[in-house]
């Protein structure tokens, strides 16, 4: 339930109204706007009588939140979120962010060439998994804790920003003391004990959707980050299973606007897991920049058929280079343009 208050309510009717949510023994979270404050009421289980808010004085209204997920919802707030990264980039203020790198970390030469590489070209935040969530338990695992090291002496050296994935309790905390953004994995969008504990991290998240999940289910997946109060959740679809084979997943073009109806979270895309398919990832990526995401995160490997993952569709240097024209004219049509490095300006 939202208590949306008047324009000219002062802050002892809005403290008078979270007092009463408190007494009734809810949690009040008032959200100030810019036009007037609102007042959410969380761990509403559906008995909460909405009258006894109505004639309060500065109220002007009670809404009855209807979705399942409340936090994450338009609804709830209205304005976009808007992330703050280190170095002045913005998620969801409008510019595109683009996160670019190798699906792995796999040795200091690799992660310094891709990381040179994607900052000429134009990206802000270089992406690489230190811990890799695999389908077989034969394949590369990633590095672990040497490959964050690595990924910090990346940042030094090219002043890139880092998002990088955890996969469990132990990961998070040696991943949150180094990345600027937590990547939660596809395969672990529901696994809703290490999303508690993202909420508790201190750093900005990337949720991506998982492979069978709708929308909701994702948007659920964000509500428990948020619940904890980290408000700082980017969505991100990198493509759901299908019944053909032509890609590796299907990417879901339409829940960028669809995210952006129901959500005031960032949606960034991933093109690269999305097709899987190198001559597919720069197409998607310019139809993604024209549905309105705020981000891309696209595999970007100095040797592709060398990487120890993901090699058939991340894209080699200059093809990034020529992603990263096109998705700036596109940017442009739609009266948006992409993010600069730190410092560009
Ligand atoms: C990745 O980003 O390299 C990755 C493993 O992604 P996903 O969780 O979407 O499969
Ligand atoms: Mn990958």
């Not at 069978?212 to 948007?219: G, V």
């Not at 299908?242 to 299907?250: C, E, H, K, S, Y």
């Not at 592709?304 to 993952?309: C, D, F, G, L, M």
């Amino acid at each position: 339930m939202l208590v949306v208050m008047r324009q000219d309510a002062t802050p002892e009717q809005v403290g008078r109204v979270v007092s009463a949510i408190e007494e009734m023994g809810y949690q009040a979270l008032p959200l100030p706007g810019r036009q007037r404050t609102t007042v959410g009421l969380v761990g509403n289980d559906g008995r909460v009588d909405g009258t006894r808010f109505e004639g309060m004085e500065g109220v002007q209204e009670v809404l009855h939140v209807s979705r399942p997920y409340k936090q994450v919802s338009r609804e709830w707030k209205p304005e976009p979120t808007v992330i703050r990264l280190p170095g002045g980039v913005s998620v969801g203020a409008g510019e595109v962010v683009v996160m670019a790198g190798p699906c792995s970390v796999e040795s200091e030469a690799q992660i310094l060439a891709a990381a040179r590489a994607v900052r000429d070209a134009g990206a802000t935040v270089l992406r690489a998994g230190a811990y890799k969530a695999r389908t077989s338990p034969y394949a590369f695992q990633g590095l672990g804790k040497p490959g964050l090291e690595l990924l910090a002496r990346a940042r030094q050296e090219t002043g890139l920003l880092i998002v990088t994935e955890a996969m469990d309790a132990e990961g998070l905390t040696a991943v949150a003391a180094v990345a600027d953004i937590v990547q939660i994995g596809a395969r672990n969008m529901q696994n809703y004990p290490l999303l508690r504990l993202a909420g508790r991290c201190g750093k900005p998240v990337l949720l991506k959707r998982g492979i069978s999940a709708t929308i909701q289910e994702l948007l659920l997946s964000a509500e428990y980050i948020l619940a904890e109060g980290n408000p700082d959740v980017m969505l991100c679809e990198r493509g759901i299973r299908g019944f053909d084979t032509a890609t590796r997943n299907v990417f879901d073009l339409s829940a960028i606007p669809v995210i952006r109806e129901l959500s005031h979270l960032p949606i960034i895309a991933d093109p690269s897991h999305g097709t899987g398919r190198r001559d597919m990832v720069t197409p998607m990526a310019r139809a993604a920049v024209a549905a309105g995401a705020d981000g891309l995160l696209v595999e970007v490997h100095p040797n592709p058929e060398a990487a120890r993952s993901d090699g058939a569709q991340s894209l080699h240097p200059p093809q990034f280079e020529r992603l990263m024209v096109e998705a700036r004219a596109i940017a442009e049509v739609i009266g948006r343009r992409i993010a600069e490095p730190a410092g560009v300006k």
